[in-house]
C-alpha cells in the first residue's frame, strides 16, 4: 500500500472531482485551492485509505473530531441497535432513554455546575443555545439591558451568521458589515508572538485588564457574557493560557455579573488530559460549557451546552427555553455519544490523552535542530499545534503568498499524513498546523506519525531553499 498521495495531476483531479449533477462538498470551495483532496474509501483506527489505495494518518483527527479514531465496530453496533429500537422522537413531544441515559453521564463527568445538558446536532448549534439560553435568562429575570457579547480577537465559535459576528477572524469584515451584530472583542492571551515588552505571563495580564475595562466601558448591566476557547483550536493554534488569567477572567465576571462561556467544543471531552478542559482550573469554572466534535467521535453529528441546574431550572419556572432544533437529543446521536463514552473509559483514554500527547510533544521539539521551520510547539495532552517561522530568531512567518497551510497539507498527503491547516484571520497571527491524532494511537503509531511528519516538514523546508525563501 502506497504511503500518501503520489503523483497527481490538478487538471485531471479538478474534472474528476466535480461531474455534474451534484459533486462532493468541495464543488463549493475556491478552485485556486492547489491541495487536492483524497477520496477517502475505507478508514480504521489512526488511518484512511483513499480510492487509489493511499494511506494517510489522520494528524489532526478531521478538525479535533475523531476521539476514538475511525471504524470502532461497538460504536456503530451501538447506533444500529438504537436505530432498530427508537431511532426518533421529538423531543418537544416525547421523551427518549437514550437522551435521559446519556446525559446523566455526560453531566456526571462534567461535575458540580453542569448538571443539565441541552443536546444538539453541534458545536454552532451548541453555541447558539449557549447564547440564547443566557438571553432568556436575563429578559425572564428582569435584565433585558443584558444583550452586549464579549470575546477575544482571535478567535473561532462556529459557522452560524450570528457566531461569526462573534468569532474573531479579521477577513471576514467585509461580509460581516453591515450584515451580523457584531460582538465586542478584546485580545486573545496569545503566548508566542507578543507584543513588545510583554512576556507571556504579562500579556496574560494585559488581556484581562482588558476584559475588565471593557465591561466597564460597555457598563456591567448591558454585557450578557464573555465568550472564550479555554484553551485554542485552529483560530490561536492550540494557546494555553496561564492558569492567573483564567483565574482573573472569572472574578471580573463574577464580579460585574456577567456569565462566563467556555467553548470547549474542540479542546473538550478529554483530549487535554482532563475530561473539561475547565477541570484543569477547578476553582475557577465557567457558568456554561459547550461541547461538540469529539462527543461522538464523528459517528454521527451531536453537539452539547452544560449549564447549572439552577439556571436551567429558574429558567423552566419562568418562561423555558424557548428554542429547540428538530434533531436535540436525537436518540441515536445520543446512543453514539454513549458508546463513545463506554470508549474513552474502556481504553482509560483520558489518562492516554496525557500520556501520548507527552510522546508526541517529545518528538515534535526533537525536530527543531533539523527542521529551521518549527517555531513554537504548544498545546496539552493530544492537542497541540506546530507554529511554523521563516526565521526562528526573529519569529518571522512564513510568507502569505505561497499559502503555508496548503503547503503544509500538500507535504502531509505525500508523506500519507492528513494535516489540518488553515489560514486563521488570513494569517495575520502566523501559520500553524493541528497535531491531535485520535486518542487511541499507539506508542508505535506515535513514531510512525513522527516519522512522516519529519520527512513532511523536510520536503516543505527542501521547497522554501529552493525557492531562497530559507
Ligand atoms: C472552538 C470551536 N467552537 C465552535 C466550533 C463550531 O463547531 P461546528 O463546526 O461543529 O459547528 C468549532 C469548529 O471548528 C470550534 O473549533
Known amino acids: 500500500m502506497n504511503a500518501g498521495l503520489s503523483g497527481t495531476d490538478p487538471e485531471h483531479a479538478l474534472k474528476a472531482a466535480f461531474p455534474l449533477p451534484g459533486g462532493t462538498q468541495d464543488v463549493y470551495y475556491a478552485r485556486s485551492n492547489f491541495v487536492p483532496l483524497p ?23 478531521g478538525p479535533v473530531v475523531s476521539t476514538i479514531g475511525h471504524g470502532n465496530a461497538r460504536v456503530a453496533d451501538a447506533m444500529a441497535a438504537q436505530a432498530k429500537t427508537v431511532e426518533y422522537a421529538f ?35 451548541s453555541m447558539e443555545n449557549a447564547i440564547k439560553f443566557l438571553r432568556q435568562h436575563a429578559v425572564a429575570t428582569g435584565k433585558p439591558s443584558k444583550s452586549k457579547i464579549i470575546s477575544c480577537q482571535p478567535s473561532y465559535h462556529g459557522a452560524t451568521i450570528s457566531m461569526l459576528g462573534i468569532n474573531g477572524e479579521v477577513m471576514m469584515a467585509p461580509f460581516l458589515d453591515g450584515f451580523a451584530v457584531m460582538s465586542e472583542k478584546i485580545p486573545a492571551p496569545l503566548s508566542y508572538r507578543l507584543p513588545e515588552n510583554h512576556d507571556a505571563q504579562g500579556y496574560a495580564r494585559h488581556c484581562a485588564d482588558a476584559l475588565d475595562r471593557k465591561i466597564r466601558d460597555l457598563g456591567a448591566k448591558n454585557v450578557l457574557a464573555f465568550v472564550i476557547e479555554p484553551i485554542g483550536g485552529l483560530s490561536t493554534g492550540c ?14 465576571c463574577s ?18 488530559g482532563k475530561f473539561l478542559a475547565a477541570h484543569h482550573w477547578p476553582d475557577s469554572l465557567p457558568d456554561i460549557v459547550t461541547m461538540a466534535k469529539g462527543l461522538a467521535s464523528g459517528y454521527c453529528p451531536l453537539g452539547a451546552m452544560l449549564a447549572p441546574a439552577n439556571l436551567v431550572d429558574e429558567l423552566a419556572g419562568l418562561t423555558g427555553f424557548e428554542f429547540q432544533y428538530s434533531y436535540n437529543a436525537n436518540p441515536v446521536s445520543c446512543a453514539a455519544g454513549m458508546a463513545v463514552l463506554d470508549e474513552v473509559d474502556r481504553q482509560d483514554l483520558v489518562t492516554r490523552a496525557a500520556e ?13 535542530p ?24 526573529t519569529k518571522t512567518p512564513l510568507p502569505h503568498h505561497i499559502k503555508p497551510a496548503d503547503k503544509i497539507r500538500l507535504h502531509g ?21 493541528i497535531v491531535a491524532p485520535p486518542l487511541t494511537i499507539t506508542e508505535d503509531e506515535c513514531g510512525e506519525l513522527l516519522r512522516r511528519l519529519q520527512g513532511a516538514l523536510s520536503d516543505f523546508v527542501q521547497e522554501l531553499r529552493a525557492a531562497e525563501i530559507l
Do not use: Q
Open 370 to 393: 533539523d527542521i529551521p521551520i518549527v517555531g513554537d510547539v504548544r498545546g496539552l495532552g493530544m492537542l497541540m499545534a506546530v507554529e511554523l517561522v521563516a526565521d526562528r530568531e
Open 239 to 252: 494557546v494555553v493560557p496561564p492558569a492567573e488569567y483564567v483565574h482573573s477572567i472569572r472574578e471580573i
Open 356 to 368: 501520548r500527547g507527552a510522546t508526541l510533544r517529545a518528538g515534535l521539539e526533537a525536530m527543531r
Open 255 to 272: 464580579g460585574y455579573g456577567v456569565h462566563l462561556v467556555f467553548d470547549e467544543i474542540l479542546c473538550g471531552f478529554g483530549r487535554t
Open 413 to 433: 498527503l505525500r508523506n500519507g499524513l492528513m494535516i489540518y491547516s488553515r489560514p486563521a484571520s488570513g494569517g495575520k497571527y502566523g501559520y500553524w498546523f
Open 39 to 61: 477520496m477517502i474509501e475505507r478508514a480504521s483506527g489512526v488511518y484512511m485509505w483513499d480510492e487509489d489505495g493511499n494511506e494517510y494518518m489522520d494528524v489532526s483527527s
Open 91 to 125: 423531543a418537544r413531544l416525547a421523551r427518549n432513554c437514550a437522551n435521559r441515559d446519556y446525559a446523566a453521564r455526560l453531566c456526571s463527568l462534567a461535575g458540580p455546575g453542569f448538571e443539565r445538558a441541552s443536546l444538539t446536532s453541534g458545536g454552532s448549534e
